[in-house]
């Protein structure tokens, strides 16, 4: 497998499952930022792990994993049905917190990033290979516990929250316990994130973890379309992959395009691309055209 692709294979995925994480929150309308931040925390916690004190990969990872979750878990305490603006300031808090202590941390490798990760196994082609199936099994899992929420009274509750938090509790549903549960959840995923992009790359650098990262994630929930995940995972390869093939004269504009294809899209089809009627439109079609083919077998 040639370098580019491996690289376009690998960050598609980690665009999709991040843009997964704000999908999940946005779902009780909460834009939850903070998961930038849980990228960053577990990122180089697992570069101090493996660099330094010399642990394994795979332990590595399952502590961004939780580090993530517990992060998320304890700040959801107090924002888990928060206003969205609350949630969005809260978010880019500890982006900022974050940063600056990096920044100042000489063990993280401060301004200049962390350099120089090992290859898992010691051989580059096995490196990049894991990388790979770990990320589309974790694309293939959390796509089927998303799909598995979006149609569970559970993800019926989060649709009513959407709408109106005050009609939700009327039903019954527990606002706060929603929010916590979405929020933690996405902050685990996000802190995994955090841990397998370094490794990517085999670097860490604060860049990683900017608002320009916030944007294009934006702009691929969005455009793709917020009401689904199905969005995500078309809009996910088209918007990273598309730049690659621009000259290097244009390619560098390409957040300004990501910008100004976001602003359109919100004033001329606000709910995406992908919405949730198309979709269910497509499965009445699937479903309609299995039926058809089994009466078709029947003697």
């Known amino acids: 497998m040639s370098l580019p692709m491996y690289y376009f294979l690998s ?21 939850h930022f903070l998961t930038v931040a849980n990228m960053a ?36 305490l107090f924002i888990g049905d928060a206003p969205t603006f609350a949630v969005v300031i809260v978010g880019f808090t500890f982006i900022y917190i974050t940063r600056t202590v990096v920044e100042n941390t000489k063990a993280l490798g401060g301004t200049m990033g962390i350099f120089g990760i090992p290859s898992l196994f010691g051989n580059p082609t096995l490196h990049r290979w894991t990388l790979l199936i770990i990320l589309y099994l974790l694309v293939l899992i959390v796509g089927f516990l998303i799909y598995r929420f979006d149609h569970s009274r559970l993800g019926r509750a989060a649709s009513a929250i959407f709408v109106d938090k ?13 929010g916590i549960l979405l ?41 793709g379309g917020y009401t689904t995940q199905w969005g995500v995972v078309v ?22 395009i990501y910008g100004v294809l976001l602003i359109l899209v919100l004033v001329l089809k606000p709910k995406g691309f992908i919405t949730r009627e198309l979709v269910y439109k497509v499965e009445r079609y699937i479903s309609g055209k299995w039926k ?4 078709g077998k029947l003697p």
């Open 41 to 76: 925390i577990s990122g180089y916690l697992a570069a101090y792990m493996v660099m330094t004190m010399h642990i394994p990969f795979g332990i590595a990872l399952i502590a961004g994993f939780a580090v993530g979750g517990l992060v998320g878990f304890i700040v959801s």
């Open 11 to 31: 960050i598609t995925a980690i665009y999709v499952l991040m843009s997964w994480a704000l999908y999940l929150p946005y779902r009780v309308a909460h834009l």
């Open 183 to 223: 929020q933690t959840f996405s902050s685990t995923l996000a802190g995994g994130c955090g841990v397998l992009i370094g490794f990517i790359y085999k670097s860490y650098h604060l860049d990683y973890f900017t608002f320009s990262f916030i944007g294009i994630l934006m702009t691929v929930i969005f455009v």
């Open 166 to 178: 005050d009609l939700a509790r009327s039903f019954g549903v527990n606002v706060k316990k929603v």
């Open 292 to 295: 058809r083919k089994a009466v």
């Open 235 to 256: 809009a996910a390869p088209i918007l990273y992959g598309i730049p690659l093939l621009f000259p290097p004269a244009v390619a560098s504009w390409r957040i300004v």
